[in-house]
């Protein structure tokens, strides 16, 4: 019996049981492409972990180079002892082991060279330079850590020939910022690897810098870090899998450095290439430059339930082939048999769509999922938890022994939570929120556990760094201001600087949770109250409030300025602000301003005018007497020019004559009496003697003059 024979005595069968066949080849097809696209997803997290790994860690070692430049910016001065020990502190060599070295490069121009040898020889006698041929200016290394370096001496003090170095600085000096060099290969290192550094200007303090002129002009040296692409991948981790390529490309794309600069590879892992593999790429960004950083495999690569493809078969065939008896039975209740094959295929499909999505839920998850049998023996952990204890146990599986916590052994009745803290085998310190809940079989019976473990390090770390913040911040107030408080939204204080309460003889009580005006009257009016309160209410900004508070039998009086501040949905949270003390420069301010009135109130009372004259010519003072005799208000005539209420003419013929202000602020210290006629401002003429004499202050330099006139 030949297939033709079986295919007429058996039409429904045979062709049920080929659309059967069919259709388990189709689900088999797209699952395959299922686990492709899974494939493509993972590495398209991984490449963006391992660029935000590099990022991130690049940071870290950036900020050590900030934190020095800092120190320049605070003492331009700083010398090599000091340099080395900010980086000792830092404990940067244990804490970043892989970077070449940290450099200090100064600036020297050639006139300045020979100076600046001989100094640096009487710290160290055996310090010279190379001087391949003359330059304008050089770029030597001032400092360097670790001294005993190796690009120390292969690369020399004097890096002006090195093209990439020279260029990172420049452009690090002209634009005032942080800059990444072109990839170049390290001479002096083993093997000569190629690296890159990390250059950051330094400038003279407290000088302009707008323009690339001033910046030039106030530039001092550049700090540098110097770097191994090798190391870099370092970084990445060592969750790295085997059968995945990396690769590192400068783009050529950067920030104005070199706009002509070509994209190349600058890092490749060294494999056999297939021409099917999947990729994926992630941008790295530098300062004043960017990589991307592409990770290749193939879509066997990663782990798939094989299993799961016999199942479908085996399933397939099977139900093709009971379909197909089913049916060559029911040959006249075709449509109904039809019917029920489709219903069991779609739901096989629901399941096994259904089991897939769970299984890459569960496999794809950034927590830690590990399931255990009642003896604890470990059946399950997905691919977060096999990368995390890759180094401690290489094979999970099978494992009785707990990971973070003896509590992991356990079946509880309900769900508990629970913090741990663990070390890696790298060293670092995790620190997890566990979450332990019992398994149930169908017979609701204990058939094990599972822990979901959330790894909190970065919010640990953010809390650490968020008090040493507040420690630098408040360091730093001390030293702006003599105090630093902040008020809720009522306006009530809930924060003062230690140093306020340590100063003066005032309880915390007495201050935390009371308004400004419950402290003290300040001596102000109410209207003044008023007009402060009214602006706090309209949450604006205040400077130099002023009022005087009571501590014990003394006064003590104050200028206060603040600030309102809101949260992130903008939301009014309070004021902060800072505080000094000025009672003695109010008393100061206050004797010399009776002294003033005393003098004011003598020449208010002389019948002779007097007319008080700065050294530009404007009127700052006139007697009533003055003021009579000119026909003019004090108002108008204080802050004109001398010339504008003061005109004298010959009393001949009448004609203008140079004042005497002008005469004696020129020639003579002190000018005799004369006789002129004076022209008010209504153009009468009054026959006067005049007289001027200079005004000096307590150190003997001319402050102004002093013109006295009275009618004959």
Same mark, same amino acid.
């Given at each position: 019996?030949?297939?033709?024979?079986?295919?007429?005595?058996?039409?429904?069968?045979?062709?049920?049981?080929?659309?059967?066949?069919?259709?388990?080849?189709?689900?088999?097809?797209?699952?395959?492409?299922?686990?492709?696209?899974?494939?493509?997803?993972?590495?398209?997290?991984?490449? &963006? !972990?391992?660029?935000?790994?590099?990022?991130?860690?690049?940071?870290?070692?950036?900020?050590?180079?900030?934190?020095?430049?800092?120190?320049?910016?605070?003492?331009?001065?700083?010398?090599?002892?000091? =340099?080395?020990?900010?980086?000792?502190?830092?404990?940067?060599?244990?804490?970043?082991?892989?970077?070449?070295?940290?450099?200090?490069?100064?600036?020297?121009?050639?006139?300045?060279?020979?100076?600046?040898?001989?100094?640096?020889?009487?710290?160290?006698?055996?310090?010279?330079?190379?001087?391949?041929?003359?330059?304008?200016?050089?770029?030597?290394?001032?400092?360097?850590?670790?001294?005993?370096?190796?690009? &120390?001496?292969?690369?020399?003090?004097?890096?002006?020939?090195?093209?990439?170095?020279?260029?990172? #600085?420049?452009?690090?000096?002209?634009?005032?910022?942080?800059?990444?060099?072109?990839?170049?290969? !390290?001479?002096?290192?083993?093997?000569? +690897?190629?690296?890159?550094?990390?250059?950051?200007?330094?400038?003279?303090?407290?000088?302009?810098?707008?323009?690339?002129?001033?910046?030039?002009?106030?530039?001092?040296?550049?700090?540098?870090?110097?770097?191994?692409?090798?190391?870099?991948?370092?970084?990445?981790?060592?969750?790295?899998?085997?059968?995945?390529?990396?690769?590192?490309?400068?783009?050529?794309?950067?920030?104005?450095?070199?706009?002509?600069?070509?994209?190349?590879?600058?890092?490749?892992?060294?494999?056999?290439?297939?021409?099917?593999?999947?990729?994926?790429?992630?941008?790295?960004?530098?300062?004043?430059?960017?990589?991307?950083?592409?990770?290749?495999? @193939?879509?066997?690569?990663?782990?798939?339930?094989?299993?799961?493809?016999?199942?479908?078969?085996? *399933?397939?065939?099977?139900?093709?082939?009971?379909?197909? =008896?089913?049916?060559?039975?029911?040959?006249?209740?075709?449509?109904?048999?039809?019917?029920?094959?489709?219903?069991?295929?779609?739901?096989?499909?629901?399941?096994?769509?259904?089991?897939?999505?769970?299984?890459?839920?569960?496999?794809?998850?950034?927590?830690?999922?590990?399931?255990?049998?009642?003896?604890?023996?470990?059946?399950?952990?997905?691919?977060?938890?096999?990368?995390?204890?890759?180094?401690?146990?290489?094979?999970?599986?099978?494992?009785?022994?707990?990971?973070?916590?003896?509590?992991?052994?356990?079946?509880?009745?309900?769900?508990?939570?629970?913090?741990?803290?663990?070390?890696?085998?790298?060293?670092?310190?995790?620190?997890?929120?566990?979450?332990?809940?019992?398994?149930?079989?169908?017979?609701?019976?204990?058939?094990?556990?599972?822990?979901?473990?959330?790894?909190?390090? +970065?919010?640990?770390?953010?809390?650490?760094?968020?008090?040493?913040?507040?420690?630098?911040?408040?360091? *730093?107030?001390?030293?702006?201001?003599?105090?630093?408080?902040?008020?809720?939204?009522?306006?009530?204080?809930?924060?003062?600087?230690?140093?306020?309460?340590?100063?003066?003889?005032?309880?915390?009580?007495?201050?935390?949770?009371?308004?400004?005006?419950?402290?003290?009257?300040?001596?102000?009016?109410?209207?003044?109250?008023?007009?402060?309160?009214?602006?706090?209410?309209?949450?604006?900004?205040?400077?130099?409030? #002023?009022?005087?508070?009571?501590?014990?039998?003394?006064?003590?009086?104050?200028?206060?300025?603040?600030?309102?501040?809101?949260?992130?949905?903008?939301?009014?949270?309070?004021?902060?602000? /800072?505080?000094?003390?000025? @009672?003695?420069?109010?008393?100061?301010?206050?004797?010399?301003?009776?002294?003033?009135?005393?003098?004011?109130? #003598?020449?208010?009372?002389?019948?002779?005018?007097? #007319?008080?004259?700065?050294?530009?010519?404007?009127?700052?003072?006139?007697?009533?007497?003055?003021?009579?005799? *000119?026909?003019?208000?004090?108002?108008?005539?204080?802050?004109?020019?001398?010339?504008?209420?003061?005109?004298? /003419?010959?009393?001949?013929? &009448?004609?203008?004559?140079?004042?005497?202000?002008?005469?004696?602020?020129?020639?003579?210290?002190?000018?005799?009496?004369?006789?002129?006629?004076?022209?008010?401002?209504?153009?009468?003429?009054?026959?006067?003697?005049?007289?001027?004499?200079?005004?000096?202050?307590?150190?003997?330099?001319?402050?102004?003059?002093?013109?006295?006139?009275?009618?004959?």
């Amino acid at each position: 019996m030949n297939i033709f024979s079986l295919f007429r005595r058996y039409p429904v069968a045979l062709r049920t049981f080929l659309v059967g066949l069919l259709l388990t080849a189709c689900l088999q097809l797209w699952l395959n492409f299922q686990h492709q696209a899974h494939v493509q997803t993972q590495l398209n997290q991984l490449a &963006h !972990l391992y660029a935000e790994r590099i990022e991130s860690r690049l940071d870290a070692e950036i900020n050590i180079l900030r934190g020095i430049q800092n120190a320049f910016i605070a003492n331009p001065d700083l010398d090599k002892k000091t =340099f080395t020990a900010i980086l000792k502190q830092q404990n940067i060599q244990g804490r970043f082991p892989d970077f070449v070295s940290v450099q200090f490069i100064r600036e020297i121009i050639a006139s300045d060279l020979e100076r600046f040898i001989k100094n640096r020889q009487f710290d160290d006698p055996a310090f010279n330079l190379k001087q391949d041929s003359p330059r304008p200016v050089y770029q030597i290394i001032d400092y360097i850590f670790p001294e005993h370096a190796v690009l &120390h001496e292969s690369e020399g003090l004097e890096i002006s020939a090195q093209t990439a170095n020279l260029i990172a #600085i420049e452009y690090a000096r002209d634009q005032g910022r942080g800059v990444a060099s072109p990839t170049y290969q !390290l001479k002096g290192y083993k093997n000569a +690897p190629l690296g890159f550094v990390i250059r950051f200007p330094v400038y003279t303090p407290n000088k302009s810098l707008n323009n690339q002129k001033e910046r030039r002009a106030a530039f001092i040296g550049s700090l540098g870090a110097t770097f191994t692409i090798d190391k870099m991948i370092l970084w990445i981790g060592h969750d790295v899998e085997k059968n995945i390529r990396i690769q590192l490309q400068d783009t050529g794309t950067t920030s104005g450095l070199n706009d002509t600069e070509k994209s190349k590879i600058i890092y490749a892992t060294k494999s056999i290439i297939n021409h099917h593999e999947l990729s994926a790429s992630s941008l790295i960004q530098f300062p004043g430059r960017q990589w991307r950083l592409s990770v290749f495999a @193939t879509s066997g690569s990663f782990p798939r339930p094989y299993s799961l493809d016999y199942f479908i078969w085996i *399933l397939g065939v099977s139900l093709s082939a009971f379909i197909a =008896f089913l049916l060559q039975r029911q040959r006249n209740n075709r449509e109904s048999a039809l019917d029920l094959a489709e219903q069991i295929t779609q739901d096989l499909r629901k399941n096994e769509l259904h089991y897939q999505q769970v299984a890459q839920l569960t496999e794809d998850a950034h927590d830690l999922i590990i399931s255990r049998d009642l003896n604890g023996k470990i059946t399950y952990a997905n691919r977060a938890a096999r990368i995390y204890f890759a180094d401690n146990t290489p094979i999970l599986l099978g494992k009785n022994k707990p990971l973070l916590l003896s509590a992991e052994l356990a079946i509880n009745e309900t769900p508990i939570q629970q913090e741990c803290q663990h070390r890696h085998s790298d060293g670092e310190l995790h620190y997890f929120e566990l979450t332990l809940f019992p398994l149930f079989n169908q017979d609701n019976e204990h058939s094990g556990s599972a822990m979901f473990a959330h790894n909190t390090t +970065p919010n640990k770390e953010l809390i650490i760094e968020l008090q040493k913040s507040r420690e630098r911040f408040s360091a *730093l107030v001390d030293l702006a201001a003599d105090w630093y408080w902040e008020q809720d939204k009522d306006f009530r204080f809930t924060q003062v600087s230690p140093g306020f309460f340590n100063s003066y003889a005032l309880s915390r009580k007495s201050v935390i949770g009371h308004y400004r005006w419950e402290l003290s009257d300040g001596r102000l009016s109410t209207e003044e109250w008023r007009i402060h309160k009214a602006l706090l209410e309209a949450h604006r900004s205040f400077h130099d409030f #002023i009022y005087t508070l009571k501590v014990g039998t003394d006064s003590l009086i104050v200028r206060i300025s603040g600030q309102p501040f809101y949260n992130e949905q903008g939301e009014f949270l309070g004021y902060r602000g /800072v505080g000094y003390d000025i @009672t003695a420069s109010r008393s100061n301010e206050q004797a010399i301003h009776l002294e003033q009135q005393r003098i004011a109130s #003598i020449l208010n009372s002389m019948a002779d005018g007097v #007319i008080t004259i700065a050294l530009n010519g404007d009127v700052e003072f006139i007697n009533p007497a003055a003021v009579r005799l *000119l026909n003019c208000r004090t108002a108008a005539s204080i802050g004109k020019h001398i010339d504008h209420i003061y005109r004298v /003419v010959s009393s001949e013929d &009448h004609s203008p004559l140079t004042s005497l202000f002008s005469i004696a602020l020129d020639f003579v210290e002190k000018n005799p009496a004369s006789r002129t006629v004076l022209l008010n401002t209504h153009q009468q003429s009054l026959l006067i003697q005049e007289s001027v004499i200079h005004l000096k202050n307590s150190k003997g330099t001319l402050t102004g003059l002093a013109l006295i006139f009275r009618p004959v």
